[in-house]
């Protein structure tokens, strides 16, 4: 029986809850589990581990599944070997034992394995690993500098202003100011509350998200702040549940004396559409294009991730685009039309992390969280559909396929959907990403680079004729790496976030001595 069906108050209220909890289970950035994650280790030990080893590491009538494999070890080359099977070397065909999905399953968990990233190990306090001597890449080397430390846990952006100071959100807290070499810090007042849960913070609503300074800022100061609005008895679904509801609001102010004034609304959503799902999966981020154009990003809000992404009437799965004031564009693809927001630019996402302008073409790109595997970097174009929840390279957390909705449609077509630009699986749980234009860096101008949360890694890719033709990890073992922005030297700084104290670091070109 589902939780709707059931009518006394304080059911439907321990049933809220529980739903929100099974939503969040763990990862702390809607990698979460629908359903119990060992499923997919459960059909490991069953099919696999007698020939290959529980840990992988091969038996007397199996090879090991770590280090190099003769037919290939991608997740695409490991679903045709566990399929077709090489009965020559004693690899039997598992198509007719196992179903596609099964198949999938098994190739996902041992490229999670392989790749040590396995489901419920998401690194929220792992240390930070800064690396005392300088990194080599392959156009690079650079020196990781601690600029700012002893940061709340759960920060979410930042911004560098002129003189160097940081503005940073923390998602609980509130809006922080620091100084530029990290000593001094203030907290903004009068900015929208910033809700602290308790125990439950991680799992909370009414957070704030991304700040981002107009691009006439020196002229204006005008301060952009996207956060979830939280209400109580504010809708019909608040009062069902008894229980704070949600949406993502986007607001503008300045900053004057350590003070939050001057306030104005730029976007935000009818109330009855806000939801009991946690800011977790509220996306949040923003972008701001060269012609005055401002994209926001909100997540799959709703009480689970499937429902209302795919509904033109509701604000979340969705990208939107306003002009700076919050007035709609009339070239958005649904001004006028009655069954859709007008401010929608695309749809179909489930957890978009990062959000940046292509300085070159002033194309928009995202990052995007994928359930188990299926994480994406995606050109976003007016109208598209992207798929959620209809479709994923990854799966379902039970090891099923991603088609829920399917079947209320007239006709479902992939052709319809628009697919990565690189998928990302296993998950390393992506996050917020940058095309560099710095100075500092120069072999790096008009790259992507991109963080990740569960990997603990930051990856740099080039672009060309929107597809990726290089692909290289920049910090790998590292941190969680929330933000990342450029200063006006070019130098890149990274925002990381970590349960023990998060933390910003400066990288920085290493200095050659000439003799």
């Known amino acids: ?51 290959h080893g529980a840990g992988l590491l091969g038996e007397a009538i199996g090879v090991p599944l770590v280090g190099e494999l ?53 690194h929220i306090s792992t240390p930070i690993n800064i690396p005392e001597a300088a990194v080599a890449t392959d156009k690079h080397s650079f020196m990781v500098d601690p600029v700012v430390e002893g940061l709340d846990e759960l920060i979410f952006s930042m911004e560098i202003l002129s003189d160097g100071q940081f503005l940073v959100t923390e998602k609980t807290r509130g809006l922080r100011l620091i100084s530029a070499d ?93 939801q009991l799902g946690s800011d977790i999966g509220a996306g949040g981020r923003i972008a701001i294009d060269n012609e005055g154009h401002l994209f926001i990003s909100i997540g799959a809000k709703s009480m689970n991730t499937m429902s209302g992404v795919q509904d033109l009437l509701m604000p979340w799965g969705k990208i939107h685009r306003i002009n700076l004031d919050g007035s709609i564009p009339q070239d958005n693809p649904y001004v ?6 007008d401010s929608i630019w695309s749809r179909g996402h489930r957890s978009p992390q990062g959000l940046d302008i292509n300085p070159l073409n002033g194309d928009l790109w995202s990052t995007e969280m994928g359930p188990r595997g299926g994480d994406e970097l995606n050109l976003i174009e007016p109208r598209n ?6 479709h994923s390279l990854g799966l379902n957390y039970s090891g099923t396929e991603v088609n829920y909705g399917r079947d209320e449609l007239e006709l479902f077509r992939l052709e319809d959907i628009e697919l990565p630009v690189v998928d990302f699986t296993p998950s390393p749980a992506v996050s917020s990403m940058l095309f560099y234009q710095g100075e500092a860096f120069p072999e790096w101008k008009n790259d992507i680079l991109m963080g990740t949360l569960k990997s603990r890694q930051l990856f740099r890719f080039s672009v060309e004729e929107n597809k990726v033709v290089e692909q290289e ?28 104290g998060s933390k910003i670091v400066r990288l920085a070109p290493e200095l050659v001595e000439e003799n």
Not at 183 to 202: E, F, K, V
Not at 336 to 341: E, I, N, T
Not at 385 to 390: I, T
């Open 70 to 122: 003769a037919h290939g070890q991608s997740l695409e080359e490991l679903a045709v070997s566990i399929a077709q099977g090489y009965p020559s070397t004693g690899m039997p065909s598992w198509s007719e034992a196992l179903t596609s999905d099964q198949i999938r399953t098994l190739a996902v968990f041992i490229t999670e394995e392989r790749d040590a990233m396995p489901m419920g190990e998401f």
């Open 473 to 500: 990890i920049l910090l790998d073992d590292f941190a969680r790496v929330k933000d990342i922005e450029a200063g006006a030297d070019g130098e890149i700084y990274l925002l990381l976030e970590n349960g023990e």
């Open 336 to 341: 006028g039309d009655p069954d859709a927001l």
């Open 385 to 390: 559909n992207y798929g959620w929840p209809l």
């Open 1 to 51: 029986m589902g939780c709707f069906a059931l009518v006394t108050p304080e059911f439907k209220k321990s049933c809220a809850l529980l739903t929100m909890t099974l939503m969040v289970i763990g990862a702390g950035d809607l990698h979460a589990a629908e359903e119990p994650a060992p499923t997919f280790k459960a059909l490991y030990d069953q099919q696999c581990a007698t020939c």
């Open 182 to 274: 990290g000593q001094q810090s203030t907290m903004i007042q009068g900015t929208p509350t910033a809700y602290h849960d308790g125990a439950s913070a991680r799992r909370g609503m009414g957070w704030l998200l991304e700040v981002m300074l107009h691009p006439n800022y020196a002229e204006n100061g005008w301060i952009y702040l996207q956060y979830g609005d939280r209400c109580e008895d504010c809708n019909s679904l608040s009062s069902q549940f008894n229980y704070p509801v949600s949406m993502n609001k986007l607001v503008r102010g300045r900053i004057e004396d350590d003070q939050w004034v001057d306030q104005e609304t730029v976007l935000e959503f009818d109330v009855e559409t806000y």
